[in-house]
Each structure stands twice: as structure tokens, then as C-alpha cells.
């Protein structure tokens, strides 16, 4: 379980991002938090794993109170939660394997980083991952020949290969269209489902949070304004949310997209995947 308490910060500039979070989010949830721009999203998921020092509070990950630890013991943390990246933060000039196997630098040495030389085990389990998220006809391509919605899931492979206890997940449609966002968002809710792991994901997108997540947090100006599950954000908690609009459209909209996406998934025949030949990458081991 992650659990949040008094969480607060305050920037340099006097500015309260957020003012006193409490959550808590049980093994195996994926929740939203949604609210408009600046309401503290963003700030919540790089508090949690500190690429943004809380100036208050704690966070707890299971067993371990992350807010608390030195810089080699945070390094170890966070192997324990995965990070997924608005702007998927790949090298560009790296391979798609390479990518995904940067997940494990946290647990090879220097030197073996260095050169990129993984254990087989590290190479098998991110061949299942592409294979997983249709990748695996890509290894060998580069970073920068994939469109968003395959960079998006190289970067959900990369996240997943570190084993997480957590995924943290910062605007993961926000590049995309339509079609590939509800792919992305389907493909993190069904491997979590698969994991039994938890998920806090920043989203824009009311339509896509109420379709995918089992929880929704709606932050205002830092607070916490609403709490609950997606049938209950009517449109007066929307507006509480984000100000006065008629969301009678928005609302309607996503009935009537969960129904056809519940069809789809009922047609769908799962195949199961091959994987590919590992020559390719002897040179990785």
C-alpha cells in the first residue's frame, strides 16, 4: 500500500502547490487524478518518488518511508516504482531493447551499464514485455523511428522491467490521438490487472479517467475536492473540480464509449505471441 500523509509544498517563489494530501492507495488500484492545469498532479507523482522534495509530510511504500531516506537509499527506492513519462523520455539514438533494458541500470554495476551488458534473465523478461505490448518485431529499431504511441509503450516496458511495487504514470495520452490514448490506457489498467500492481496516473482527460481507472482524485489549488469511484463524478463534482461548464455532453459521452468498449473487448480472441530470435542481441549479454 502507498500511503500519504500531510503532504505539502511550497516552492521557493512563496507558491503552495499542494496543501496537506492525504492518500492512501491499496496494492493492485489504479486511480486518476485529474483537475485542471496547476491544481498539483503532476506534483503529487514527483513527490512521491522526490524528483521533487516535499517541504512536508510523509509517503510510505509498504514497509518503507520513502521521505525519509539518504541519496543511496532513495536510489534503491525507486526501483520499487516505476516511472512513466509524459514526454516518454527515451534515447533517442538508443534501440528499443536498449531502452527497456535501461530500466534495469538500477541493478547492474557500473561498468556493466557502462557497456550495456545485461544478464539473460534482464534480456528474456524484456523480449516478454515488447512481446506483451506488440513490440516485438521492433527491438532493433531506434527511439527515434517509433510513432508517440510506440514510444509510449517502450516507455511502459522500461517502467515494468524494474518489477515495481508502484507505476507512476504523468500525462501518458497527452501526445497521443484519440484511438492510441485509449490503447495506452487499456494496456496499463490490463498490466496492472496482470501484475496485481497499483497505479496513480495523472490525466487530462475526464472521459479516458472515468473509462479506465477504478478510482478517481479530483485536486483544486492543491486539495483534494473529490474522492471516490468514476460512476459518481456527476456534473456537479466536475464543476466543484473545475469550474462552471455543462458537462451533461461529457458525461453522456463516456456511457455511451464504456459500452462500446466493453463489446470490443468481448470480440477480441487473444493470441498468444512468439517470441523473437535472440541472435540479434548476443552482443547485449
Not at 126 to 148: Q, T, Y
Request: glycine share 8%; hydrophobic share 40%.
Amino acid at each position: 500500500m502507498l500511503r500519504i500523509k500531510g503532504l505539502v509544498k511550497r516552492y521557493r517563489t512563496g507558491d503552495l502547490a499542494l496543501k496537506g494530501i492525504d492518500l492512501d492507495v491499496p496494492d493492485g488500484q489504479v486511480m486518476a487524478l485529474i483537475g485542471p492545469s496547476g491544481a498539483g498532479k503532476s506534483t503529487v507523482i514527483r513527490c512521491i518518488n522526490r524528483l521533487v522534495e516535499p517541504t512536508a509530510g510523509s509517503v510510505t511504500l509498504n514497509d518503507l518511508e520513502v521521505t525519509t531516506l539518504g541519496r543511496s537509499e532513495l536510489r534503491r527506492a525507486r526501483r520499487r516504482m516505476g516511472m512513466i513519462f509524459q514526454e516518454y523520455a527515451l534515447v533517442e539514438r538508443l534501440s528499443v531493447m536498449e531502452n527497456v533494458l535501461s530500466g534495469r541500470l538500477g541493478y547492474v554495476g557500473f561498468w556493466q551499464s557502462y557497456f550495456r551488458k545485461f544478464p539473460q534473465s534482464d534480456i528474456d523478461e524484456a523480449f516478454r514485455l515488447l512481446a506483451r505490448v506488440g513490440l516485438d518485431h521492433m527491438v532493433d529499431k531506434r527511439a527515434d523511428e517509433l510513432s508517440g504511441g510506440q514510444r509510449q509503450r517502450v516507455g511502459i516496458c522500461r517502467a515494468l522491467i524494474q518489477n515495481p511495487e508502484l507505476l507512476l504514470v504523468d500525462e501518458p495520452t497527452a501526445s497521443l490521438d484519440p484511438k492510441t490514448s485509449r490503447q495506452i490506457m487499456r494496456l496499463i489498467k490490463e498490466l496492472c490487472a496482470e501484475r496485481k500492481l497499483s497505479a496513480i496516473i495523472n490525466i487530462h482527460d475526464v472521459m479516458l479517467a472515468q473509462m479506465f481507472a477504478e478510482r478517481i482524485v479530483g485536486l483544486r489549488v492543491g486539495e483534494i475536492v473529490y474522492d471516490g469511484p468514476p460512476d459518481n463524478l456527476t456534473a456537479d463534482v466536475l464543476t466543484k473540480i473545475y469550474g462552471e461548464e455543462d458537462w451533461s455532453a461529457t458525461i453522456r459521452k463516456v456511457d455511451d464509449e464504456a459500452a462500446e468498449a466493453e463489446e470490443a473487448a468481448a470480440a477480441v480472441i487473444p493470441v498468444e505471441l512468439p517470441l523473437p530470435s535472440r541472435d540479434r542481441l548476443a552482443g547485449l549479454t
